[in-house]
């Protein structure tokens, strides 16, 4: 699926370079040189991601989780009904309930449809491939619990990886190497300044880094999937410590 979709990406950019457009289908080439940009936008937003998780694992792993780890809950919306009351808790677990339904929904069927025109099997198969994966998704989680979800994600972090991997090798490949990938920031390509007051400018590198420090506080503190996997540690330390291998995986990935 990730080579698919980066084989897809990659022909947005044909017409910028003076690639050979013939392995790519006609449907997917759209604006020329677009994908060059978002790629050195991308590049640049994540050396500032990988500066930001000191700050990151600081705030999180020693202010938040210990915070968290104290509390005798199984949910993080029992917090909601000890400040708030039960109607804004049932409130946040309704709410949570029907984004993940939506967001697991959409996931379901763009992996069916992928998987079905990469096969080239007929369109009617998708409903029946997003009722198995659904199907074999739901048994093994409710057969397995919450270890069965950690080992299943281990093992889809591998998998992912390896479809990266995979996927500059058949770029490489096809282009006949590397020199389809940019060396120099172009004088087209918009400045990605430190700080601006100048609400047109989409991405700053204070705005990146305190972004990604907020984004983690909130998910650590707020986020059922993230408070229930440190609930399911053994102990603060534990949790810190998963939290930075979570860290040290997002920044080798990144680069």
Not at 13 to 36: C, S, T
Not at 38 to 45: E, K
Not at 220 to 227: E, F, P, R, Y
Request: glycine share 6%; net charge neutral; with cysteine.
């Amino acid at each position: 699926v990730a080579w698919v979709a980066d084989r897809a990406h990659l022909a947005l950019a044909i017409g910028d370079v003076g690639l050979d457009p013939h392995w790519v289908p006609e449907p997917f080439w759209p604006r020329q040189g677009e994908v060059f940009r978002a790629l050195v936008r991308v590049a640049a937003a994540a050396g500032l991601y990988i500066a930001a998780l000191p700050i990151t694992y600081f705030v999180v792993g020693w202010l938040v989780i210990p915070a968290v780890m104290r509390l005798r809950i199984t949910s993080a919306y029992e917090l909601l009904e000890t400040r708030l009351g039960r109607p804004v808790r049932m409130t946040g677990s309704v709410t949570f309930i029907l984004t993940r339904l939506v967001w697991m929904t959409l996931m379901l069927y763009t992996t069916a449809k992928v998987l079905v025109s990469v096969l080239g099997w007929n369109p009617s198969w998708i409903t029946p491939v997003v009722v198995l994966i659904g199907l074999v998704t739901t048994v093994y989680t409710l057969c397995g619990g919450i270890g069965a979800v950690i080992i299943t994600d281990v093992v889809q972090f591998f998998v992912l990886v390896l479809g990266a991997l995979v996927t500059l090798v058949c770029i490489a490949a096809q282009m006949h190497g590397a020199d389809w990938w940019p060396e120099a920031w172009q004088p087209h390509w918009a400045p990605q300044p430190f700080f601006t007051t100048d609400p047109q400018v989409r991405v700053t590198m204070l705005g990146t880094l305190v972004c990604t420090v907020i984004f983690w506080v909130c998910t650590t503190a707020s986020d059922q999937l993230a408070v229930q996997r440190c609930l399911t540690t053994r102990d603060a330390a534990s949790a810190r410590r998963a939290f930075l291998i979570n860290n040290l995986g997002d920044a080798a990935i990144t680069l």
